[in-house]
Structures are given as C-alpha cells and as structure tokens.
C-alpha cells in the first residue's frame, strides 16, 4: 500500500466520520411502535478498504474506526467489536458476492462492482453487523424482538445511506 492509497483511505473515513456523527447521529428517525432505530454507514469504511489488504491490517484499522465511532457515541467498545467481527467475516462475504479473479490492488466501490453486486455486498454486509452490534449493546436473550425488530429497520434505512454514500464516494476511486 502506498502513500497516496493511504491518504485516499483516511479521506475516505473522514468524511464517513463526519456524516456518520454530524448528520446520521444527530438524526431521530421516525420510531416503529416502541422501536427506535439508527442508519449506520461507518461500515461501509470496512467495506472500501483493498480487497488484497491482510486480514489483520483490517482488523486494526476497524477496531480504530470502531473506537472513534464508540467515543462519539459514548459506547464502550460495541461499535469496535462489532466492526472487528464485520472485518473478519468480509473475506468470505467477499467469496461470496464477488464475481471470481478481481485484482487484489482494486478497492470496491459501487462503480467498479456495479449496482447489484454492491447492494449484495453491502446487504450481507450489513446482516451480519447490525445484529451482531444490537446483540452486544443489549447483551441479554431477553430482548430478541428487541434485537431482530432494531436490526431489521436499521438495515433498511443503513442501506439506504450506504448506497448513497457509496455513490458519493466514487469520485475518490
């Protein structure tokens, strides 16, 4: 990884930080029953990051990412486990929405994969951490529906964000 792909990857989490804390954060969507819910588009910084890149490189730079999104949200480590286990199963989400022999140097990104194979990879993606994250912030079997219902309509309006922050984010590839 060079010096300019570097730069790239941390303008990259700049502006995901900041629409992810000064825009979505400060955002209350409208609640469903007694459900309330959050867009999450800060995985989608995971989700950018060199196919080719080792696995532990990843692995630290979400645990980072988790930790600055936990300090924003004054969470104790939720956000950095949550975005570490996303790390770690990407590789095999990667196997299985991708198409065969992309060049390990390429960052994803909505124009290089096209629509369906990016939606794929983000709704995947985001299957996996959103309940992941609401399981560990609730910690407790008791709240299930709890868990199901807020992953469910996170996922809705996450990828609905996420699409489109991808789609801003072209410009920089």
């Known amino acids: 990884m060079n010096g300019s792909s570097t730069l ?3 303008l990259k989490f700049i502006i995901i930080w ?3 804390i000064v825009v979505l954060k400060q955002i ?11 867009a999450f588009v800060y995985p989608l910084f995971i989700l950018l990051l060199p196919f080719g890149m080792h696995l532990n490189r990843v692995m630290l730079l979400a645990f980072f990412s988790g930790l600055l999104i ?3 949200y004054n969470t104790l480590g939720v956000h950095a486990i949550s975005a570490v286990v996303l ?5 095999s989400i990667l196997e299985l929405v991708l198409p065969r022999g992309m060049d390990e140097n390429l960052t994803p990104s909505l124009a290089r994969l096209k629509f369906w194979p ?3 990879y983000v709704a995947f993606s985001l299957l996996l951490y959103l309940p992941f994250y609401y399981s560990m912030a609730f910690f407790s079997h008791v709240f299930l529906l ?3 219902v807020k992953s469910l309509l996170s996922f809705i309006v996450s990828v609905f964000f996420t699409l489109i922050l991808a789609g801003i984010l072209n410009g920089l590839d």
Request: proline letters at 10%.
């Open 8 to 10: 790239l990857i941390s």
């Open 118 to 120: 990016f939606l794929r």
């Open 146 to 148: 709890s868990i199901v």
């Open 28 to 38: 209350q969507f409208l609640p469903i029953g007694p459900y309330h819910y959050e």
């Open 18 to 20: 900041i629409l992810q």
């Open 70 to 72: 936990d300090a924003s």
């Open 87 to 91: 790390a770690y199963w990407r590789p």
